[in-house]
C-alpha cells in the first residue's frame, strides 16, 4: 500500500512540531516538515535524525516573516487603537499564508487521492458567535481567523473532491500562547492543554474527517464544534 504522505506547515515548534512528532510514529507515513528557518529549530533536527526515513524538513514560508514578526507583537491591543497594519499583518499570516499554501499544494493534492485534506489550524477567537464575546483585545487576530474560516469553506465549495477542515486546537501551551499571557496578564487563569494533548486530538479529528455536502463547522480538537 502507498504511504500516506502529509505536509506540515509552522513545524518548528508549537502545535506544528506536535503534529508532525505524532505523525512520524505512524507506519507507512511520510511527513514533510515545512519551517520557514530549518537551522533553528534543534528539536525538529533531532526528530529528523530519529526518524530519517519517514521525517523530511523542508523550508517553507506561508506568508512574510517581518510581517508575521510584526503581527505577534501587537496580538494584543484595544479595539479603538487596532491600526490598518495590524490588520494586514493578521490577515498575511493567518489568513493569505493558508490560501498561499493551498494554491501551492493543490496539483499534488489533486494527483495523491480521492479525496485529498487539507486542514487549517484556526481558532475559536474565529468563532463570530464566540470569540467576539471573549474579553481579549484580539481583534486583528480574531478577525482575521473568521476570514480563514470563511476561505476554508470557500475552498470546500469550490473544489468537491477536497477535505477542507478549519479547526481550533485548543487553547495549548506554546510560545503563541506565552505571548499573549504577557500581554493580557488575566489569560494566565485560563487552563492550557499540552502541545501533545493538542496534536492528538487535532490528529483524531484528521482522521475522521470525510468530504459532506456541507462545508465543515469550526471543528474542536476534542472533537466538539464551534458555530461559526
Ligand atoms: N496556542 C494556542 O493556544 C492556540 C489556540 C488557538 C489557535 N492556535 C493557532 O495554532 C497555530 C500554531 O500556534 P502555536 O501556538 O503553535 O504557535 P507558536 O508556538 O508561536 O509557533 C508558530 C509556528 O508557526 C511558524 N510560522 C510563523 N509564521 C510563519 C510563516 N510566515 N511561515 C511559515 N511558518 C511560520 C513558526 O515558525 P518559526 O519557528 O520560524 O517562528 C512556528 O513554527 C496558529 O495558527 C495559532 O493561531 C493556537
Given at each position: ?82 491600526t490598518p ?27 495523491s487521492t ?22 481579549t483585545n ?91
Amino acid at each position: 500500500m502507498a504511504p500516506t504522505v502529509y505536509l506540515v506547515s509552522g513545524s518548528s515548534r508549537g502545535i506544528g512540531l506536535g503534529l508532525v512528532t505524532k505523525l512520524a510514529e505512524r507506519d507507512n507515513t511520510i511527513v514533510f516538515a515545512g519551517c520557514r528557518s530549518p537551522g533553528t529549530s534543534p528539536l525538529l533536527q533531532s526528530l529528523a535524525v530519529q526518524q530519517p526515513t519517514n521525517l523530511h524538513i523542508i523550508q517553507l514560508t506561508a506568508a512574510d516573516k517581518a510581517g508575521n514578526d510584526a503581527a505577534v507583537a501587537h496580538l494584543v491591543v484595544k479595539s479603538l487603537e487596532v491600526t490598518p497594519e495590524s490588520m494586514r499583518e493578521h490577515y498575511e499570516v493567518n489568513t493569505i499564508g493558508p490560501l498561499v499554501l493551498f494554491q501551492s499544494s493543490f496539483s499534488l493534492l489533486s494527483a495523491s487521492t480521492p479525496h485529498p485534506k487539507y486542514i487549517i489550524i484556526s481558532s475559536f477567537m474565529g468563532s463570530n458567535s464566540f470569540g467576539t464575546r471573549v474579553p481579549t483585545n484580539q481583534l486583528p487576530y480574531g478577525a482575521s481567523k473568521a476570514a480563514v474560516n470563511w476561505v476554508a469553506s470557500k475552498l470546500h465549495y469550490d473544489h468537491p473532491p477536497f477535505v477542507v477542515v478549519p479547526i481550533h486546537p485548543g487553547a495549548v501551551a506554546t510560545d503563541g500562547a506565552a505571548v499573549a499571557v504577557k500581554q493580557e496578564p488575566f489569560l494566565a487563569d485560563y487552563p492550557l492543554i499540552s502541545i501533545e494533548r493538542s496534536a492528538q486530538g487535532v490528529l483524531k479529528v484528521v482522521d475522521e474527517a470525510e468530504r459532506g455536502e456541507e462545508a465543515s463547522a469550526l471543528r474542536s480538537y476534542d472533537g466538539g464544534s464551534f458555530p461559526w
